[in-house]
Every structure is written in C-alpha cells, then in structure tokens.
C-alpha cells in the first residue's frame, strides 16, 4: 500500500464554456512571462533600455515554439506518422511534445532577427535572459504534470507520482521526472545568477553556463525515464544531445573567456545617453521647484511685512487720534514737561559748580 505519492490532475484541460483552458499551455505562457519579466529586469541593470526584452521575445518565442515542435515531432516520428496514427496530431501542440533543443535553436535565430532590428548584440541578450529561461522552463515542466507525461521508471518512494490508466501509459507509482527537473532549473537559474555577480560574465557566457548547468541535469533525468525514445548505442538520443551540447556550451565559455574577457560596457546603444538626460531633467525640475517654493516662501513673507507695517500704522494712527482734545490731559502733560525743564537746568547748574570747585 502507498502511503505517500504525489497525485496527477484527473484532467489536464477545464472548459469554460466553449473555451477549454489547459493546463500544458497555461504552464508554457507562465514561464514565457517569467522570463520576459526577470530578463527585462537584468537588461536594464546591465543598461538597457526598458521593453526592448519584450520586443525581441516576440520574434524569440513563435520561432521557439515552431523549433520545439519540430524536434519533437522529427525525433518522434512514429507517433504521428506510423501505421494507425493520425499526422494530423502532429499539429496538436496542447497535448504536449516541446523539445527543448529545437525551442532553443530555433528561439535563437528568432532572438538574432530582433536584436538585428534594434541594434543591439545577441550575446549580451541571451546573457540577460538565460536565468529567466532556466526558471521558463520550471514552470514549463508542470505542463508534464497536467498531461500524465514524461515521468520516470516505478518507484514506491514518498514523493513518487501517481499515474492513472491512460493511452500509452500503464498505472502505477513513478519517479516524478517532471519535478526533478523543474527543481534542477531552478538550481541552475540561481547557479547563474551567482556567477554572473561573482564574476562579471559576458558576451554570453551567462548564456553557455546555463546551457551547461541544464544538461547536466537532463542527463541523468533522462535517462532515468521510460517513455519511449530513441536509443544510440544503448543510450537515449536526448541523452546523447544533452552530453554533446554540453561540451560545445563549456567549449565556447572557455574560448570565449579568451577572446573576449570582462564584460560589455555598452549592452544598447543610445540607452546610457537616455538615462543620463532623463537624470538630467529630473535634477533640473527638482531645482526648478526649489527656486519656485523659495520665490513663493519669499512673496509670503513679504504680504506679511506689509500687514505687519499696516497693523502698526493703523495703531499709531489710533493713538495720535486719542486724547489731542481731552483739556485735562493736555495740561498734565504740560506740568510734567514744565517739571523736566525745571529738572534738567537744576542738574545743569550742579555740574558747573563741580566743575569751578
């Protein structure tokens, strides 16, 4: 009796109506806006300009799509084009089959046409996206989980995968292949992340290292599946490509490194001077408001000198109008002016005398 596995979706598609969501393609559209997301984020932190990701995935992914399609149809031919199998189905990409070496190849020609358009050099692009692809094609791996695919030989593990009854599959507990290599994306991801800090990798050697990190991983995850593939001296053909394109991809960061060390000072022509101007402005129109609430502070305190001086003339003028016709009062202040002129010669009259004396 299983005591623990990890249970697959009883379906893979939920129609709403008359529109049918599945869940292979929602995984693929999560990851392909993860990856636009975090690569447009490292393009504009190596100084590029904001969007310009965006505008080149849209060459990037229909290539990528019609690449893994055809690699998955090419290497497996006998599911579509054999006796009895319908080659129409080779057209029905929602039930699953992207080869992740065609997505690639061909995402990359499509990535070349675009960056062409802008001006700008693939590698560096391919260097800001690579950790956003590695964690594309995490969330693209639960596509597998949705459609019952892809897993690995039986196991009675915890984490093992159910399987129901189904077309070409036999029930049962397997290695969740699907999730192994969605975790290892995502250690690759981080992998690159790292080393692109550490080391200040360029002209795409961030690229060639997650390439390396990812087919390290799919070998060994590939061999340990059991759908039907293709076999070359005992081994799987997928097997055989992760190994190869492994070496062109450590080959090339090598050489590279070489040729061509350090980093690109300028990933986006134009992108820098932009930068710098809209910086510009930005200090100007926060000088521009300084000047102006000083102006503003100042006009204030002027309006406020000005009722200051007419609140004390408007006082004075109060007082000046107060007893000039009171009889009373002017005769006092003529005794005690009387009285201060009495005073003053008094004083006079003693220091002539100390001074004779």
């Known amino acids: ?23 292979y393609a929602f995984c693929i559209i999560i990851g392909v806006f993860v ?4 690569g447009n984020k490292r393009w504009v932190a190596r100084g590029g300009r904001s969007g310009t990701v965006a505008d080149i995935a849209v060459w990037a992914v229909p290539f990528g799509l019609v690449g893994g399609r055809l690699y998955h149809v090419i290497t497996d031919y006998q599911l579509y084009f054999s006796e009895g ?12 089959g992207l080869g992740i070496w065609g997505a690639v190849a061909l995402g990359a020609v499509g990535a070349w046409i675009g960056c062409r358009r802008r001006g700008i050099p693939l590698p560096a692009w391919a260097d800001a996206l690579a950790p956003g692809l590695a964690l594309a094609q995490a969330c693209g791996r639960w596509g597998n989980w949705f459609n019952q695919e892809l897993y690995g030989k039986a196991t009675d593990l915890p984490w093992a995968l159910k399987i129901s009854e ?4 036999v029930a049962g507990t397997y290695h969740p292949t699907f999730l192994y290599e969605s975790l290892w994306c995502i250690g ?42 293709h076999h070359i001296l005992g081994l799987r ?7 190869i394109v492994f070496v062109l991809a450590v080959a090339y960061f090598v050489i590279s490194a070489k040729l061509r060390p350090g980093r ?17 402005a930005a200090k100007t129109g926060d000088a521009e408001g300084v000047e102006s609430a000083e102006a503003d502070a100042d006009s204030e305190s002027a309006e406020d000198s000005k009722d200051d001086v007419a609140a004390k003339e408007d006082v004075a003028a109060k007082t000046d109008a107060g007893p000039k016709n009171d009889t009373d009062s002017k005769s006092d202040t003529d005794s005690k002016s009387a009285e201060a002129a009495v005073t003053t010669l008094e004083k006079n009259d003693t220091a002539e005398a100390a001074k004779n004396g």
């Open 85 to 96: 199998e319908n080659w129409v189905d080779a057209f029905k990409i929602w039930q699953g």
């Open 264 to 280: 690109e000072e300028i990933v986006e022509p134009g992108a820098a001077e932009e930068a710098a101007e809209a910086a510009e």
């Open 35 to 38: 990856a636009v997301w975090f």
């Open 166 to 169: 189904g077309p070409n599959r």
């Open 188 to 229: 690759a991801a981080l992998l690159v992340i790292w080393a692109d800090r550490r080391f200040k990798l360029g002209h795409g050697r961030v690229f060639a290292l997650y390439v390396a990190a990812y087919c390290a991983g799919r070998a060994w995850i590939e061999y340990m599946r059991v759908d039907e593939a």
């Open 1 to 23: 009796m299983d005591l623990a596995y990890i249970p697959s979706p009883s379906t893979g598609v939920i129609n709403l109506g008359p529109i049918p969501l599945r869940g």
């Open 237 to 243: 053909l997928n097997v055989w490509t992760a190994l």
